[in-house]
């Protein structure tokens, strides 16, 4: 049932319920949002069927346009799972890895989204149809007539210092 919270945070007092991949001191408390750098921090609860909403913020971004905060969704490990992110040159990016092998299904310019700012996201994942929202725009959807399985959300900054919050995966 894709109404049920399964797992929420609002970072206020604790990250419980988030793993660090790597580096756990690279994942902090900073004024209530959850600040990651140069990582992912992966949720305890997996779903086949899900919905994410959360709020995202690249702080510092790296070198590459695609060195920003991403998410990650039935995430299983690098090499398999679904993500989206807003590259520096404002590309909303919704793409797969399975078995190590990229397939991006949306890429498009957007100039009224930019990752060093609150971008309120949300991602539906029913099945193999992909939708994406940005404050409350649809501005992504695909389908995969392959869906990957069941995974986890993983909280990604991509060679940055990113931050997240207000997390709820249903």
Known sequence: DNSTIIQSNDFENNAN???PEANPENWILEQGEYSGENGRSV???SSLNTT????????????????????NFRYQ????RYYFYITQD?????GRYRNGVQRIFSQNTN????????????ISAIQGN???WINEILVAQAFDNDPLPEGRIALEAKNSHSHF???SIR
């Not at 994410?52 to 998410?71: E, F, H, P, Y």
């Not at 404002?90 to 919704?94: E, I, R, S, Y």
């Open 17 to 19: 319920g988030w793993t």
């Open 43 to 45: 949720s305890d609860a």
């Open 52 to 71: 994410l909403i959360c709020q995202m913020k690249t702080i510092d971004s790296g070198a590459n346009i695609d060195d920003v905060a991403w998410l």
């Open 77 to 80: 490990n690098a090499n398999n």
């Open 90 to 94: 404002k590309q909303l990016v919704l």
């Open 111 to 122: 100039p009224s989204y930019d990752p060093l700012y609150w971008n309120n996201i949300k």
């Open 130 to 132: 992909i939708r994406v």
């Open 165 to 167: 919050d207000n997390v």
